[in-house]
């Protein structure tokens, strides 16, 4: 299982196999896109009417505001024709192209005119549609003809007894089909030769529908699915968001802590100093008075070992020492023997920020704790190795297996590796998990570094 961005481009997938040579006339495929070939031609002539009338009403009445308010609703309603040309691609064409990103009304009137008439996905649509105008007569009409001529001349030999006749060249009627001034297909051989010509054009026919319906996957792909760049807004949107509300779930969850756990204890606390000091003042048992002192400094003692906790969970102060350090200090505090490989180039020259060491000490913590509270595992490796502009952080352990990624529940704090995965993608990291049933688990995530540079990875004995 991969969890990692989505793809960087619109996309195309094969739905259904390809048919061989010899049954190509026949399968479903063939006839699919022939349809397609058919419905957009029906839909072209509307289609360049409207990206027509966008242009010219946007280049001759946009001076006006009434007229850019049309013009740009024209602009923004190219997008529903990108989305029945999508639909016809993945329904006849088995072609999955993503929609581009939806449209976002931005304050202001102004604002809001010049998102209209700019937006790119409906300006990509109505190219699309200027583009595939002469592309659809085209197509339609060499398919159709290789089609409606194999299949006539296929059958030639049943319906040419009912043409009329015609005189020739050299004065004799003659009942067929005439190619040149005195050649007739009415005889025998040249009946079987037109035969077999209409079994070439036949088989001819879906490898030239194909072609075509190509570039309409590839215009399809190219201008009515979603950009780079839009991916990368989308992208870095979503990633932003998800880590502005598990900072504020991790924020909540320690005050929740704080309040709950060791506001109480020290609360607990003040009340035994009180209640001590109560009875040395009043003269009272003095051995009471010390087991009450007693309690309360064992109660300071694990409200502080809780505040170290908390501070260790928010940032561990062994990264002040290097991530190597860190690492070696979780190994060694934790509840199965770790083995901890750190490539010495990872620090050095600081190829990780300190934000990108937390997120990559604090991945590593949650495998191993899950290693050896989920998986039942003996024992985990870590890695750290740095590999061109990129470190790469490996965790395996030898549990059960059978881990998977858990979509968040909806209260903002995204526990577990669906946790880890939204750091990761926060900092344009990638999350790679393979975790069989039965083990071993394997989880790789890859950070960018904060500096170009070639490492030295270290060698992965698991």
């Known amino acids: 299982m991969t969890v990692d961005r989505p793809g960087a481009g619109p996309t195309t997938r094969p739905a259904r196999r390809d048919p061989g040579f010899l049954t190509a006339p026949f399968a479903s495929r063939t006839w699919r896109e022939q349809a397609y070939l058919a419905l957009v031609l029906l839909l072209a002539p509307f289609a360049f009417t409207y990206a027509v009338l966008t242009v010219s009403l946007a280049a001759g009445i946009a001076v006006t505001v009434v007229g850019l308010v049309v013009a740009g609703a024209l602009v923004l309603g190219g997008r529903g024709w990108g989305a029945v040309h999508r639909g016809l691609a993945r329904e006849l064409l088995d072609v999955d192209v993503d929609a581009p990103a939806p449209y976002t009304r931005p304050r202001g009137f102004w604002r809001t005119v010049g998102s209209l008439i700019g937006d790119p996905a409906g300006w990509r649509a109505l190219l699309f549609m200027i583009v ?3 592309l659809t007569v085209l197509s339609f009409v060499v398919s159709i003809t290789f089609l409606a001529t194999g299949l006539g001349l296929i059958t030639y030999g049943i319906w040419f007894r009912f043409l009329p006749e015609q005189t020739g060249a050299d004065g004799e009627l003659h009942r067929g089909a005439q190619l040149g001034s005195s050649y007739f297909l009415d005889t025998p051989p040249r009946i079987l030769l037109g035969m077999l010509a209409g079994v070439v054009l036949l088989y001819c ?26 991916l990368r807004v989308a992208e870095l949107e979503r990633s932003r968001t998800g880590a502005v509300d598990d900072a504020d779930a991790r924020l909540r969850s320690i005050e929740r802590d704080l309040h709950d756990g060791t506001q109480a204890r020290l609360v607990a606390v003040a009340m035994q ?13 003095v051995a009471q ?15 502080l070992t809780e505040l170290r906790e908390l501070a260790r969970g928010i940032h561990p102060p062994a990264l002040d020492s290097g991530l190597a350090v860190a690492l070696e200090t979780l190994a060694a505090r934790s509840a199965l023997p770790v083995t901890v490989d750190v490539d010495p180039a990872v620090e050095a020259g600081g190829r990780l920020a300190p934000a990108q060491e937390s997120i990559a000490y604090f991945t590593v913590a949650e495998l191993v704790t899950n290693a050896a ?39 903002g704090l995204r526990s577990g590796l669906a946790g880890l995965v939204e750091r990761v993608r926060s900092v344009d990291g990638t999350f790679d998990l393979s975790s069989p049933v039965g083990g071993p688990t394997v989880v790789t995530v890859t950070l960018p570094t904060t500096l170009p540079g070639t490492g030295t990875g270290a060698a992965d004995p698991a």
């Open 273 to 285: 100093l009180g209640e001590a000091r109560e009875h040395l003042a009043e003269g009272g048992d």
């Open 373 to 411: 509270k989920h998986a039942r595992a003996t024992a985990a490796y870590v890695l750290v190795e740095a590999l061109g502009e990129t470190v790469r952080i490996r965790v395996r352990d030898d549990g059960r297996g059978g881990a998977h990624v858990v979509p968040p529940d909806g209260s």
């Open 205 to 230: 026919w879906p490898w030239i529908t194909r072609t075509f319906t190509l570039l309409y996957r590839v215009l399809t792909a190219a201008l009515l699915g979603p950009t780079q760049a839009g």
């Open 132 to 134: 595939t105008f002469p």
């Open 289 to 303: 008075a010390a087991e009450l002192l007693e309690t309360a400094h064992t109660s300071t003692k694990d409200a």
